[in-house]
């Protein structure tokens, strides 16, 4: 697989403005921060999920400790196997939800450049062709001659 030499998008972004332009953007809303910050909370879910890590190995070392046998090791295999398995699938999970918003916010982005661009292609503000007005409304439709009634139709 190819390894990606730009940066990503979101990044990139906050890469070529000046502060008062990324400040300006920030406070109007117009450029969104909560794709970088879902990454950083993204690291800090996965820190955690390392230091739970070594509490569950921990915790199957205290158990294989506490007494002296052979049955306190036969008991701690399975308790650091299963909290291993239930570390991973917290991992995959909280991997999945930080995607969502990820791609939630990404898709936002690709259709503010949608947008931008149909504008363009549009020429959003130009003068628009305005619909034709409505003929007159008049009582004495009988008076006139039929070739003035088409007309108004």
Do not use: N
């Amino acid at each position: 697989m190819p390894r990606r030499t730009t940066p990503r998008p979101s990044i990139k972004g906050f890469q070529k403005t000046s502060m008062k332009a990324l400040f300006w953007d920030l406070l109007t809303f117009d450029r969104l921060m909560t794709g970088p910050v879902i990454h950083i909370i993204y690291w800090c879910g996965l820190a955690l999920l390392v230091l739970g890590g070594f509490s569950v190995i921990g915790g199957a070392v205290g158990v294989a400790l506490r007494e002296p046998g052979i049955m306190s090791w036969i008991l701690a295999v399975p308790v650091l196997v299963a909290g291993l398995l239930v570390l991973l699938v917290m991992g995959l999970l909280w991997r999945s939800f930080c995607e969502l918003y990820v791609a939630l916010f990404r898709i936002a982005d690709d259709l503010r450049v949608m947008r931008a661009f149909v504008e363009q292609d549009h020429g959003v503000g130009a003068a628009r062709p305005s619909a034709a007005p409505a003929p007159a409304q008049t009582s004495d439709i009988g008076d006139k001659g039929d070739a003035d009634l088409v007309s108004k139709i």
